[in-house]
């Protein structure tokens, strides 16, 4: 508790704060959202803002507290806080048997007793709550008082605060040994010389014991598989490298069922299965959830006897699944052809796990069946599946998860797609000028490369504007 600001001050019971504006949501978008928590069913307080922060930090406050303080201003539900939990923890010392100053512990935890000089070192009310606690010795010798004289241990407590106040009151000093320099003394940064580089010999010998150790840890982690033996799963004599985010993000994937979609299924070009990453992109906050990408084969096409081999890579991972593959990914991009293709024509994909898993997941043949999943194994709120089979050249989404029905995921899709397009049709010349007239004036677009088109036929002209992909 000496680390949360909360508690170093006490605040003007008549602070108060506004409510937050609420959150604009695209309504295509709307499915993505997760179910409200609870707690957010409570009608708006001041104190939600702090509830919220510390809920966040794996320390919910109880709901009794919070009734308690729902209708009063921020600065006054904050100091009944910062009493509160104080409390909590002197009961919780007391009733695991500890001897203490219960109000030394408090005034301590409050930062009653705690100097401005205390206050600008890193440690904080630190010594003064071991202090209160009873470990003497060495920690009082720390604070200093009138020269040389130490404090005696039942005086280093300043007054109690209990008349609502929110004035800091000085006890002491802190003698910062370790931090504050003798007088005399140029600061550190003055002093130093250079002395302490690190010559090229001492430089490389680093670097070899490194190698030396990443050697060992190495393996030491071939060891580790020897020794656990090929999985039930693996089908393949081929050395599969480790498993760092593939299981977990296929175990955090099932723990929530495919879900039918409501009405027809949704179409999909096989091309545009990286449209997907969008989704995991918008409920992760612009981050990129891991993505698995699940294909099985129609029968004719044994997947145990595909040339697939294990990516080095440490942006996929490859395993065999029962009659399929699982390809776990950091981006779904990853496995479009565009962008990922390198000067002298290797395919990435292909490069990583072989021809014949990358033809599987980008022409899969009709019967094909198809899971593409996004969820993390540490946020299980955070999950989106999708799966279908594969008819001429499209997926069909028949099951998701969340439960969507065929109307939103086809907007959601749209949207998708928008957020990709990098061509825009435009109405005619004037709209076209005015486009353009713009991007010269932009500080971000007038400098990459927006290129205006227009094709003419005997019927019409269209006239577009090209962004760079």
Known sequence: MHDFGIFQNSFDPK????????????????????????????????FDEVAQSWSEIGVPIAIDFRDRVQSMNYGKAVNEFRKYETDRLADALEEAGLKFNRKELLDALLWKSVTERERDADIGNLPRVL??????GSIANFFKQDGDQEIPVDEAAGDSDDDGEYEEEDSGEFAEYDLEQEDGEDDW???????????????????????????????????????????????????????????????????????????EPVELNVGEIALLGFFASAIDAGQTLPALLTCFPPAEIEAAKMNVHDTKDSNMEVRPAKAGWHLALRSLEFIET?????????????????????????????????????????????????????????????????????????????????????????????????VMQAVSRDLYLHNMGVVRTATRSAANTTEWVSLPG
């Not at 609420?22 to 997760?34: G, S, Y």
């Not at 680093?206 to 190698?211: C, G, H, K, M, Q």
């Not at 008819?391 to 949207?415: C, M, W, Y």
């Open 15 to 46: 602070a108060t704060v506004d409510p937050p504006e609420p959150e604009e949501i695209d309504p295509r978008l709307a499915f993505l959202e997760p179910d409200p928590e609870p707690a957010a069913l409570r009608p708006w307080s001041q």
């Open 338 to 434: 565009e962008g990922f293709v390198d000067d002298g024509g290797d395919d990435y994909l292909a490069t990583c796990v072989g021809t014949d898993l990358a033809s599987l997941v980008r022409e899969p043949p009709d019967g094909t069946q198809i899971e593409v999943s996004s969820a993390d194994a540490n946020r299980p709120e955070l999950c989106l599946r999708f799966a279908g089979p594969v008819t001429r050249g499209k997926l069909q989404i028949t099951e998701a998860f969340p439960q969507i029905n065929h109307d939103s995921l086809s907007e959601a899709v749209s949207l998708a797609r928008e957020n990709e397009q990098y061509k825009y049709v435009l109405s005619g010349p004037d709209e076209s000028e005015a």
């Open 189 to 263: 940064e003055d002093e130093y010389d250079g002395e302490d580089e690190i010559s090229e010999e001492d430089q490389r010998e680093i670097e070899e014991a490194e190698s030396r150790m990443q050697e060992m840890m190495q393996e030491a982690e071939r060891g580790r598989q020897k020794d656990k033996g090929p999985s039930k799963s693996d089908q393949s004599k081929e050395p599969w490298g480790p498993d760092t985010f593939l299981s977990a993000t296929l175990q955090a994937a099932q723990a929530h069922d495919l879900l039918p979609v409501a009405g």
């Open 131 to 136: 202090l209160a606690l009873g470990l003497k």
